[in-house]
């Protein structure tokens, strides 16, 4: 995934990248570096870990520095593996974004050559083949043509030249340019762009950038090295979002911001976006939900309210597992990504290649400008802010409150669904705010913090639902968990249960009290500690969370209360909660 931030300008370059890559953590923190020009000089600095660095990087007043912060693919967590890469002269710095699929048997060829390495990633192959293109080339659209007909899979790459000037690559892998008054930052997002920067320029796929030190920014084509007219956007953000706001970590921040989100998607009603959404969706003869990660399950819940709100036949996909369904998307197909960043390189070539055979596009978006936005033909964004830490939490529960509105547009029953998010929203402001419940939340957060495997149960509208309770313990809290419909419990999972395994069932209506109450009481035959977490006391297990019960969307309440359980467990462990080991925020390879 990786953050890259470039800056060219009359400040001080490495303060500038600093604050920059800080503001990028969340694509990746395994390690970072930045590289200076100093004197006509490649200076560079490389670190393992999270970018914590206050002191000066000892470039001085350099006035263009290009940083990286690291998700690691390829090649191990060390500081020679850490991005930028110099080249063997010391005369370029490099800083790739992706991954290049056909490595092994392009650096074999290149060894063969009598090239060597100092790194293990893939992104120095990339370097050597810009040196061997250099040799007869100094135009860099050449070069990075050249070396894109070498390599496979989608890369970004950012150089730094002796020479003084930044050149760059997109494919795949977000890049922005802010434009400010005599200063220019390539960077993987907008959102990391200084507030005082109000004009941008989104990069396109195969779009190469030239930069001098002067300023001055050239656009080309990749593919035929057509100079291409920047398209300058006016920057549009909210002020001072990218604060804990007092809260002691981004995830409860996030988790508190639940009924703004809901009331957020309230406002789509008006939005001619939704109604051409439900349109298309309508007409469609195949409806597929398709997500990575939390969106995901996410994409199940969407999938769910499709069917049992608008009876329409729509199936949910994970992103990585949708090939075999490639087969069958035409131009009666329909797709709905959600996605939080909008550049999950999963989905995105699922995208590709369902708009290749025809079908239409509706994507749910959190970044303005994102790569998924481009694919779509209706493109609605749930406007829930920025989301800092790098489990999702707010955004899932507008991913599936935005599903729940459209299959109820569809099924033109919009003014009860408003009613119905109202309550939502305002059920949660109280909940989030009632002492004995956060009280006894936090108990079943102590009591299972420590356990090595937890078992999730649901059915139907809160089967989604657990499993994104699943996916921020195994994330957050680093717990084994293991969300199944509770009817299938018996077909095996039964096995491995013994004395005190955790097993936690959410039920948020009443058809599904009977499977879900045999279920648990199936495992607590077999000597299981069962928690139930339901609106009524019907539920019977060995401790219990009582949720507001609402007419529609009670599952949403036990959506909060699960990543909220997940929060205090973690808290309890005293896990990095806004970054947790291994994973980033927003996955842009594959
Ligand atoms: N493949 C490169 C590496 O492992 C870049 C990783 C990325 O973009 O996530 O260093």
Redesign the pocket.
């Known amino acids: 995934?990786?953050g890259i931030y470039t800056y060219v300008g009359q400040k001080a370059a490495e303060k500038e990248v600093l604050a920059g890559l800080k503001r990028l953590l969340y694509?990746?923190y395994?390690s970072w570096g930045v590289a200076g020009l100093v004197d006509k000089r490649i200076q560079s600095v490389k670190e393992i870990g999270v970018l914590r660095q206050t002191k000066p990087l000892g470039f001085g007043l350099s006035h263009m520095a290009l940083g990286h912060t690291?998700?690691?693919?390829?090649?191990g967590v060390t500081q020679k593996?850490?991005?930028p890469h110099l080249s063997q002269d010391g005369s370029l710095a490099l800083a790739?974004?992706?991954?290049?699929e056909n490595?092994a048997v392009l650096k074999n060829d290149l060894i063969q050559q009598g090239e060597t390495f100092v790194?293990e990633?893939?992104?120095e192959v990339i370097l050597r083949l810009i040196e061997r293109a250099l040799k007869n080339q100094h135009h860099w659209p050449t070069i990075f043509k050249q070396v894109y007909d070498e390599i496979r899979g989608r890369?970004?790459i950012v150089v730094l030249t002796r020479q003084g000037e930044i050149w760059a690559v997109r494919d795949g892998?977000p890049l922005v340019i802010g434009v400010g008054q005599n200063e220019i930052i390539l960077s993987s997002d907008t959102m990391s762009l200084p507030s005082r920067i109000k004009k941008m320029i989104f990069v396109d796929n195969h779009q190469v950038v030239g930069v001098n030190a002067q300023g001055k920014l050239s656009i080309y084509s990749l593919d035929n090295d057509q100079k291409i007219k920047p398209k300058f956007e006016v920057l549009h953000r909210a002020k001072n979002v990218i604060n804990k706001d007092g809260y002691q970590h981004y995830m409860l921040k996030e988790i508190y911001q639940s009924a703004k989100v809901v009331k957020q998607v309230r406002q789509m009603i008006n939005q001619p976006q939704l109604d051409q959404a439900a349109k298309l969706v309508s007409h469609a003869q195949k409806v597929y939900v398709i997500g990575s990660g939390s969106a995901g399950v996410a994409a199940g819940q969407i999938a769910y309210y499709l069917r049992t709100i608008a009876q329409v036949d729509a199936v949910s996909l994970i992103g990585a597992d949708a090939s075999s369904y490639l087969n069958l998307f035409d131009s009666t197909t329909v797709i709905i990504a959600p996605s939080q960043s909008g550049e999950t390189a999963d989905v995105i070539e699922v995208l590709e290649q369902a708009r290749a055979k025809g079908a239409q596009i509706i994507t749910y978006v959190n970044m303005p400008g994102s790569m998924m936005t481009r694919l779509a033909d209706v493109s609605l964004m749930a406007q829930a802010g920025p989301e800092i830490c790098v489990m999702s939490t707010k955004v899932v529960l507008s991913q599936m409150a935005f599903g729940y509105l459209l299959a109820s547009q569809i099924a033109q029953q919009s003014t009860k669904a408003d009613r119905q998010l109202q309550l939502l929203a305002t059920s949660l402001d109280k909940l989030l705010k009632q002492k004995k419940w956060l009280r006894q939340l936090k108990t079943m957060a102590h009591q299972l913090a420590y356990q090595n495997h937890i078992y999730l149960l649901g059915k139907g509208r809160s089967y989604s639902i657990i499993k994104e309770g699943m996916i921020k313990m195994i994330e957050g809290v680093y717990l084994h968990a293991h969300a199944l419909p509770a009817g299938d419990l018996k077909h095996y999972v039964i096995a491995i249960v013994t004395q005190g395994t955790p097993v936690l069932a959410l039920v948020s209506d009443l058809s599904m009290l009977r499977d879900v109450q045999s279920a648990l009481s199936e495992v607590k035959a077999r000597g299981a500690k069962t928690y139930g977490l339901s609106f009524t006391d019907e539920l019977k297990a060995d401790e219990h969370l009582r949720l507001p019960h609402l007419t529609q969307l009670t599952e949403l309440l036990g959506l909060v209360a699960l990543q909220l359980l997940s929060y205090y467990m973690a808290l309890e462990l005293g896990n990095n909660i806004d970054k947790p080991r291994n994973i980033?925020k927003s996955v842009?390879?594959k």
């Open positions: 995934m990786c694509r990746g395994d690291r998700w690691a693919t390829h090649g593996n850490a991005h790739h974004n992706g991954i290049v490595f790194s990633t893939d992104s890369n970004t892998s980033a842009t390879v």
